[in-house]
Structure formats: structure tokens, C-alpha cells
């Protein structure tokens, strides 16, 4: 049993640490229906990485519906950065004014190689959404860890 233990140690302490320190995320989700009196349809997507003391979100939304009354959309985008050590943070959100394409991007650098960023693409183009996310995180001493997810629906009948 002692022996087992030394081995399990020893392969932890053999990671690399990269591979424990740094994290990229994201989930996506859509929907659509269609019924007799009109159709909708909605999605999501959102992305998070963290690396050593930063933090970046994004997210978007959007959603569609045409019924007799005629047709509405919606779209929503938001982000946040953080560094727990004061490194530089920047997020940005904007929505075209047709509001038929939003961005939202977000960033966090604390320097010498750490940093995190996510950021998300959402549009409605003639009844169909879609929002796109992806997500990096980077630390020194090997690769950084991305994450991509989408999802697209769409309300024509």
C-alpha cells in the first residue's frame, strides 16, 4: 500500500503544471419550435478560462418569434475580465443597431505569459440565431487551453 502511494505521488508531481493551473470552458444551447400559430426559436452560448489570478466571461443570447402579429427578435451580449494580482483587464461589449449582430469580448493579462480571454459572436440573420463562443487561457511552459462551442436554431416555418 505504501508503495502504491510513492507511485501516485510521483506521477502527480510529473505533470506538467499547465495542465492543472490553466482552464478553458463553455456550453451552448438552442431551441426551435413550430406550431399553428407561429414558430420561435432561441439559443445561447457562453465561454469562461481562468489562468493563474485572471478571468474572462462572455456570453450571448438570442431569440426569435414570428406569429401573426408579425416578427421579434431580441439579442443580448456581456462579458467580464478580472486579475486577482492588478494585471490589465478589459471587456467590451456592442450590438450593430439593427440589432442583428452583437460581440462581446473580454480579457485578462497579468503579464510574463498569463492570461485569459473569452469571447462570444451572436446574430439573428432572417429567422435563424446562432451564438458562438470560445475561450483561452495560456500560462508559460506549454500550450493554452481553448475551448469552442456554438449553437444555431431558426424559426422558419
Known sequence: MFTRKIVMIAALAA???????????????????????GSSATVGSGGSAAAGGTLASALGTAGTSTGSAGTSSSIGVGGSAASANGGKVKSQSKINPNATNAHSKAIANEGGGVWSKSKTHTKDHKGTVSSRSKSMAHEPGGPPAKSTVGAGASSSQ
Open 15 to 37: 505533470l506538467p503544471s499547465y495542465a492543472i493551473a490553466q482552464s478553458a470552458s463553455g456550453a451552448a444551447t438552442g431551441g426551435a419550435s413550430v406550431g399553428s400559430c
